[in-house]
Antibody, heavy 124, light 107 residues
């Protein structure tokens, strides 16, 4: 079955750290760029970070310098190391797979497969 | 960052209604605009990418249009399973940004 399964969320104190994992199965993980997207309770979606097949990384301004995305293709796994957590980081974190639209344009992509998410709660 | 603004933020409609949701970008994004549907308790699901291309398996009652800064998602005949929150997303420039969402509720 083609799927993504996140883990590693939990309750952490402000200033703390967590490492989120995303296990991929059912497809050739190394062929895909991967993303992390978060969603606060009852709120909308916020893109967090991405890593391409070559290992190049990208971050939103709100997390750059605190979060680190990485991948381990041999283990079909995506990771997000999150440090210096604040209450504003409380959210469900989804990993998602990028698929291409086919036109060849740099912006011609979308997120076609999402995990069920892992909840990160930052509270003292 | 490119700001994406959806309107309305919510709407009430009946089964069978035709509805349109608008998404406006703060600058031109060509046609690099995706639409996602999220039903309660579920993960987002892509409906349309590249402004107007229907994702495989998505019913044809969904359609998208637009380019530049103004885009629309139309559901031609609302079905019970379509009551959900819809998000637009621009992928023209990093960081890719989402609209705030439009919640479609049953009238």
């Amino acid at each position: 079955e083609v799927q993504l399964v996140e883990s590693g969320g939990g309750l952490v104190q402000p200033g703390g750290s967590l490492r989120l994992s995303c296990a991929a199965s059912g497809f050739t993980f190394s062929n895909y760029d991967m993303h992390w997207v978060r969603q606060t309770s009852g709120k909308g979606l916020e893109w967090v970070s991405a890593i391409d097949t070559a290992g190049a990384t990208y971050y939103s301004g709100s997390v750059e310098g605190r979060f680190t995305i990485s991948r381990e293709n041999a283990k079909n796994s995506l990771y997000l190391q999150i440090n210096s957590l604040t209450a504003g980081d409380t959210a469900v974190y989804y990993c998602a797979r990028e698929d291409l639209g086919g036109s060849g344009g740099l912006g011609d992509w979308y997120l076609d497969l999402w995990g069920r998410g892992t909840l990160v709660t930052v509270s003292s | 960052d490119i700001q994406m603004t959806q309107s309305p933020s919510s709407l009430s409609a009946s089964v069978g209604d035709r509805i349109t949701i608008t998404c406006r970008a703060s600058q031109s994004i060509s046609y690099y605009l995706n639409w996602y549907q999220q039903t309660p308790g579920k993960v987002p699901k892509v409906l349309i990418y590249g402004s107007s291309i229907l994702q495989t398996g998505v019913p044809s009652r969904f359609s998208g249009s637009g380019s530049g800064t103004d885009f629309t998602l139309t559901i031609s005949s609302l079905q019970p399973e379509d009551f959900a929150t819809y998000y637009c997303q621009q992928t023209y420039r990093t960081p890719p940004t989402f609209g705030q969402g439009t919640k479609v509720e049953i009238k």
